[in-house]
């Protein structure tokens, strides 16, 4: 039987969200293999821990590509988009706030990823197309607490992806833009 790299992340996240002192046994067992071929692969918990953390920026620094670089588009179909791609992460992401002791390394891969979004909101910014009075930094993190905030609501079953998706792009817009510009994000 091959094992795939996924199967483990996929079952290292899902434990992981739920208990986040779990130790690769337990990591193993939800992923239906030995401990040994866990061991195989990630000798500590922190080479488990790391590999996931880059598992799942890259996947948020796939998404994030598809941020326009050039002509800004509509922002509310822009974000709409990102949002939408983002979504599906969530599983593989929320271990990121819950496990102890992470960051350093991930903190820079974090910063490197969102840096396409914070580049469009700057310019975006600039063509006056959102709220000048608000950093682009801030938005940014807005903008992400929002998106965790939905991955916990789905995780809740609280919420469906697509309403947690047009809620997160919805509440953004309309504390991003001016308050004379209409919001109507598409579905």
Known sequence: MVIKNDQILDAAAAVLSQRPDATLQTIAAAASISRTTIFNRYPTRDDLL????????????????R???????????V???????????????TF???????????????QSAVIPLAEYIH????LGLLRGDQPARWLVASYIG???????????????????A??????????????SVA???RR
């Open 67 to 77: 941020v326009p670089q050039d002509e800004p588009g509509d922002v509310a179909a």
């Open 146 to 164: 929002l998106l965790f905030a939905a991955w916990d609501e789905i995780a809740e079953e609280e919420v469906g992806i697509n309403e947690a």
């Open 123 to 126: 310019r975006v910014q600039a």
């Open 166 to 179: 047009r809620l997160i792009v919805q509440t953004w817009l309309a504390a991003a833009c001016y308050p």
């Open 50 to 65: 790391e590999a996931l953390g880059r598992d799942a920026l890259e996947r948020i620094s796939a998404v994030m590509a």
């Open 96 to 110: 990121l706030r819950v496990v102890p002791g992470l960051g350093n390394d991930l903190d820079t891969h974090w």
């Open 79 to 93: 974000m709409s988009e990102v949002t939408s791609g983002l979504m599906p992460l969530g599983p593989r992401t």
């Open 183 to 185: 919001v109507t994000p």
